[in-house]
């Protein structure tokens, strides 16, 4: 049996068994090897003595670094959220309808992205394209550098410039797709959890680090924000060259991309992951403005914790799930930023900055929550919809089938949460301007949840509907 060597290069694809098509060759195209030279020809993870003897090590080793690599790509896609805040202090006059819309931008951008993403592993390779979306975090930091250091930098070119950290919010979904290729069915839940928790770390921490960089020293040098980013992601393109690799087995399923597009609960999860997904991001997004605006003698690094414990609660959501079922577990999650969101509308009644920061991180932990237990869903939906109804001999077709389309409904799913980054934003800035304060908008976000929610017990839960009784 051929193995995947851990220097580089490529492996000997196995010999053809016997009647097979001498014709039909595992090598990469001509076209691919011209990309890179890191081809593995021969994975097959669902083999137990392949993986335990080398595939293991090497698909561990391509997960860190695209761990690496995506934590940065979450970091340059919410680096916009902590330098609008810091913008008057560095001498830009903006409304706050400007403030919300360098925030949402770059969400919208990133949503926007994050379906072609998916596609270009498959099309250059997994290692090609971590490269490629690494280097492209040059231009959104690079520019930010720049432009940040001339407070008559007109509003159109800030929000140019802040919707280059789209780029970042792609990155999701191509780290996705390709590590999902090197792992077997009974790992690969983990590892996407572990890879998706990662990326949503980088929020957290450009948070955390970006006020400490721009106000070391004298003065606010809101250059440094961009220039911080740039020795890292040099360094995780570095990585992906020298370490990650490409399979030639990784291979664009359009037929299960198409199959989940049919299907009216990809359209059923997308909706509910706009409210956790979208929430997490959005909030991650607005979270360092609100208390600027609403609470100025606050220091705003201590917004790094919305995304911190938002991305903490997310592998927990999905154990959760696990135990008690996605659905239980997806529904209170609802409940729970309803709650959250009523507490800070009371916060903003009572102006008290402890009831608004505790109730923001009951909106964040639920949220996070919420993003696992979704995930967990989807390829139990697509599983028990397969079954239900089937013979014995059309099962396993059944199953096939399904897979490829839960696989599907992640990425259309993942596309269509993100715009909830720029939503959210937006919805704040309507609130302000038409209100004078943020209850309006949160009234709303209050009656979404709980549409949500009973959106998810009708179809998954309730006594009569069709997956009821699968208890997903």
Known sequence: ???????????AAPAPAAGADPAVSTAPSAAKRRLGRRWIEHWDPEDPTFWRDGGR?????????????????FSVWALWSIVVPQLAGAGFALTVDQQFWLVSIPSLVGATLRIPYTFAVTAFGGRNWTIVSALLLLL???ALAIVVQNPDTSFGVLLGVAALAGFGGGNFASSMANISFFYPEKEKGKALGLNAAGGNLGTAAVQLAVPLVIAAGAGVHLGRAGLMMIPFVVVAAFLAWRFMDNLTTAHADSKGFASATRSRHTWVVSFLYIGTFGS??????AFPTLLKNQFPDVTIQLAFLGALVGSVA??????????????????ASYVVMALGALGAIGALHEHSFGLFFGSFMVLFVASGVGNGSIYRMIPAIFRADAETGVDADARPAALDVARKAAAGCIGIAGAIGAFGGFLIPRGFAASTN????????LWVFIG?????????????????SRLAARSI
């Open 1 to 11: 049996m051929s193995l995947p060597t851990t220097d580089g290069t490529t492996t």
């Open 57 to 73: 090590l090497v698909a561990r080793r391509n997960l860190w670094i695209s761990m690496f690599a995506e934590f940065l790509g």
């Open 140 to 142: 959104p930091t690079t």
């Open 280 to 285: 997490f991001i959005g909030y991650s997004g």
């Open 314 to 331: 997310r592998p927990f959501g999905g154990t959760l799930a696990d135990k008690v079922g996605g659905t239980r577990v997806t529904i």
């Open 434 to 441: 038409h209100a004078g304060s943020l209850a309006p908008a």
């Open 448 to 464: 979404v949840y709980l549409v949500m929610g009973v959106v998810t017990w009708s179809v998954y839960q309730r006594k009569g």
